[in-house]
């Protein structure tokens, strides 16, 4: 009997290696792709652990500049986080693996994929969503919608049985790894009263023990996107990894947050998005100095729904690229300079500078006249203004 072609998105970890083996026992040829998007040792860990378990066709590809420059920039253009907190490092990863691993399921003529995420969880959306958005008559399998090993407990036991080795943090908590963020969850976390253990945190580093003294530095930004750190030019993965690297000594990035998943339930997650965090903080600012009230104003309001839209898996939704187009076009105003101070967990503004910048010293100042500016039409102002209050 001739065995199926099917193409699971890998990551290493221990639902996608518990599922290697149940679709090889489903009589099922898998074939792994691995997306490396600085996920670091994880890489050769997971496919020298996908050879030991008789998979033939193994695909792992650099994608980490591609994910900085084709959505990680994209959406932090937005200054918009999800729920207030969550910088969306997860999700973004989501279409990009998906369109990546349609590619080789078409070059592989296999109309079978398969994904390691639960039936309570947001990616099994996004996942899926992305596969039928290449290829609408795809056959997706979700072995945790459909199978008997359907708890930790039982994978872990799955695990020794089967002789497949497994990374010990792993045992505790569920890992998800890029060059954006990490993210925790599941285990301990799922108990509210639980504090994190210091050594779950893999990026940052806790206040007590951070640099002792505050680091200075600049960011330059042109049409929204960071360009240069203390006016020196680096690739995207260069400017990702050293902002990473100042952030976390400085102890930049860590939340731990109770959101709403899409299907419909509350969970616990913890991140660290030092880089990430730092960049924020910093294109905000630079949008206070150089966009228009009305545009700030509908910037904020578009963002909100192009933050939800990509948490729900809508990335290749033609509304989400609508917004971005929206949201693209306002950053041609945002060019500058962002001077940060960053010391134990807190990030400070020093100073700030753009050509494009509505700031004006004369109009706003208690102590200039401004020719523009005459304080006493203000009262007209508030007169017309009141009609609607007092009538």
Known sequence: MNKKKIVLAYSGGLDTSVIIKWLQEKNFEVITFTADIGQGEEIDFAKNKAKKMNVKRIYVKNLKNEFIKNYIFPYLRSSAEYENFYLL??????????????KISYYEKSNYVAHGS??????????????????????????WRIWEINTRDKLLNFCIKNNININKKTKKFSIDKNIFHNSYEGGNLENL???PEENMWENTVTNQISIDYPIYFTLTFKNGDLIKINNNFYNTEELYLKLNKLGSIAGIGRIDIIENRYIGVKSRGCYESPGATIIMFARKHLEDLVLDKKIFDLKKKISFDYSNLIYNGYWWSPERIMLQNIINYTQKYVNGVIKLKIYKGVITIVNRYSNNSLYNLKNSSFNEISEKFSQIDSSGFININSLRIIN
């Open 193 to 195: 009263f639980f504090e």
């Open 89 to 102: 490092g997860t999700a973004l990863s989501r279409p990009l693996i998906a369109k990546e691993l349609m």
């Open 118 to 143: 639960t039936g309570k969880g947001n990616d099994q959306i996004r996942f899926e969503i992305g596969f039928k958005y290449f290829n609408q008559n795809i056959n997706i399998i979700a072995p």
